[in-house]
């Protein structure tokens, strides 16, 4: 079975533009949880989303949103990038709240504004 | 709020047994896990502990003591792929993991 899928690996933004990062859970998994990696830190929860509704929602500004499909994939927006939103954002997925389980993460999106 | 801390680095013998702790204090809990994640890598999950007391998996453990807010996570029989960062996280209500920055453990001949 595939792991969880992120789309895209590696990105350049410039500062004002908007991001959408995509990710696939694991086939089964019906909860996404977005993070925010900073180099040389650990990861920073952003958004957990199960049956296509917010779960859970970090410390990130309104800049940050996203969303679940029917299908259980998810999307993380950026609007209005910063320089300090260079990071790697990873997806993770399991198979529903609460997190008693593993978390199954994604090779993440790195994102790079300049 | 929530606080984890862990060493930021640490460094340790091929062969040899390394004990990496954390302590929290964060509102609500239901967990603590224990991620390894290698250099350009996803994290990968090690442990998982909700009560007190030790788990034990291959060479590593796990311990929690949640009176005291404390957990460590025990490499035995330590080997080179072991160099990498591990990640404490703490399950606060039912949804959100935090994570503390990692300690990064270098293992040397």
């Known amino acids: 079975d595939a792991g969880v899928t992120q789309s895209p690996t590696h990105l350049i933004k410039t500062r004002g533009q908007h991001v959408t990062l995509r990710c696939s859970p694991i086939?089964?998994?019906?909860?996404v949880s977005w993070y925010q990696q900073v180099l040389g830190q650990g990861p920073q929860f952003i958004f957990q989303y199960y049956e296509k509704e917010e779960r859970g929602r970090g410390n990130f500004p309104d800049r940050f949103s996203a969303r679940q499909f029917p299908n259980y994939s998810s999307e993380l927006n950026v609007n209005a990038l910063l320089l300090g939103d260079s990071a790697l954002y990873l997806c993770?997925?399991?198979?529903?709240?609460?997190?008693?389980?593993?978390?199954?993460f994604g090779e993440g999106s790195r994102l790079t504004v300049l | 709020g929530q606080n984890i801390d862990q060493p930021t680095e640490m460094t340790a013998t091929e062969g040899a047994i390394v004990q990496i702790n954390c302590t929290y204090q964060t509102s609500g809990f239901n967990g603590l896990f224990w991620y390894q994640q290698h250099a350009g890598e996803a994290p990968t999950f090690l442990s998982y502990n909700v009560l007190d007391g030790l788990e034990e998996k291959g060479r590593f453990s796990s311990f929690l003591s949640r009176s005291k807010g404390y957990s460590y996570l025990l490499l035995k029989e330590l080997q080179m792929k072991d160099s990498a960062s591990y990640l404490c996280?703490?399950?606060?209500?039912?949804?959100?993991?935090?994570f503390g920055t990692g300690t990064r453990l270098t293992v040397i001949p």
């Open positions: 996280a703490v399950l606060a209500g039912a949804n959100n993991l935090f």
């Open positions: 993770a997925s399991n198979r529903e709240p609460p997190n008693t389980g593993e978390l199954f």
């Open positions: 086939s089964g998994h019906k909860s």
